[in-house]
């Protein structure tokens, strides 16, 4: 046993320092950022990249919809599509959606599986089944801390040449580098902090978010990879607080929960208008009933069950964020996205101390 006695941080134990800027106007800022891939020897590198602004709807069963990827996507923001979608409905989507191919959200939106034998059958299927190719894929387990789990996504990666791979979760350098030298692109970041997620009251486990990025984007920027903070964001300005951090792309869950883009279980008010949205955890008991069955015998919930209030359409909430964003940058005086962790300057506040979970 070992406690380290370094200070970390969360999104609300700081703000970003304003500073002198040469931005005209908020309009002006640039938000889109082109990534390549982390793999050097590879011969498709450059034929493949990832274009647009670096925010994710979450892989959860209400978020990460169809219609919050065509939502997002002519925003140029990506969607994480969820990975109870059967195979047939994704063929569908990927090869017959018209306005899907029109408006150019095809490369914003990740195909998200686990590491079951059958994730890996389901996606051969839509991959096979596919026109054109599946770029972007999004590996996703509660915890991606086991070699096993590395082991599989080393081996997913050389049997799918070219695609542009997100895995995780991890929160922690060690991993984050054990990934990237496997051959993923993105590392996904966060153990316990989002608003749905019990894993450090249950278990005990989790890092403070902002910490997470700090040392994780380090990681990953040395040895040529890239990371996605997922989970912790309540407001605008922690999406804002995240890329200041360090990382190069943001999930969000929690705050597009509730708009009209999402599946799920709806409340209706007397006028037949949506009043609330029940909002759970991928690993609570509501979504492992729905999904496996009931809580295995062996592993505790660890996800929680809110009722969030309709939000309307997810473009507007969305430029919300953007707005916030763009508001970031001109205060930090940096021009575009990618330049923002460069200028940020973090000041710690004082509060009251209240529990983070």
């Not at 106007?25 to 498709?44: A, C, E, G, Q």
């Not at 069955?293 to 359409?313: D, M």
Request: hydrophobic residues 40%.
């Amino acid at each position: 046993m070992r406690i380290e006695n370094d200070v970390k941080l969360d999104f609300c134990d700081v703000l970003i320092r304003p500073k002198r800027s040469e931005a005209a106007s908020r309009s002006k800022v640039d938000l889109v950022r082109t990534f390549n891939r982390n793999n050097p020897n590879d011969d498709i590198l450059h034929s493949k990249m990832w274009t647009g602004i670096p925010i994710l709807a979450a892989n959860m069963d209400t978020t990460g919809t169809f219609q919050m990827a065509m939502a997002l996507g002519s925003l140029g923001v990506g969607t994480c599509l969820h990975k109870h979608y059967t195979a047939a409905q994704l063929i569908e989507f990927f090869n017959h959606n018209s306005k899907f191919r029109e408006i150019g959200v095809g490369d914003k939106v990740f195909y998200t599986l686990g590491v079951t034998d059958d994730d890996l059958a389901k996606f051969r299927e839509v991959r096979d089944k596919t026109v054109g190719h599946l770029f972007n894929v999004c590996i996703d387990v509660a915890n991606g801390y086991s070699a096993a789990f590395v082991d599989k996504v080393r081996k997913f990666i050389e049997e799918n040449p070219g695609m542009f791979v997100m895995a995780g979760n991890v929160a922690t350098p060690d991993m984050v580098q054990e990934l990237v030298m496997a051959g993923v692109d993105i590392v996904k970041v966060g153990i316990g902090p989002g608003s749905v997620c019990t894993t450090r009251l249950v278990s005990g486990v989790g890092y403070p978010q902002l910490s997470a990025i700090i040392e994780c984007a380090d990681a990953a920027h040395g040895l040529g990879g890239l990371i996605c903070s997922d989970g912790g964001c309540k407001q605008p300005g922690d999406v804002s607080k995240a890329f200041g951090a360090g990382s190069d792309f943001v999930m969000l869950g929690g705050m597009l929960a509730g708009t009209d883009e999402c599946d799920g279980k709806w409340y209706y008010d007397d006028d037949g208008k949506k009043s609330n949205l029940i909002f759970y955890g991928m690993s609570s008991k509501e979504a492992m009933d729905k999904y496996s069955g009931g809580v295995a015998g062996y592993r505790a919930a660890e996800g929680k069950c809110s009722l969030i209030p309709a939000k309307g359409p997810a473009k507007e909430v969305m430029q919300t964020i953007l707005g916030g964003l763009r508001s970031a940058c001109a205060y930090s005086g940096a021009m575009k996205l990618k330049d923002l962790s460069k200028c940020t300057t973090f000041v710690r506040v004082n509060r009251v101390h209240e529990s983070p979970f």
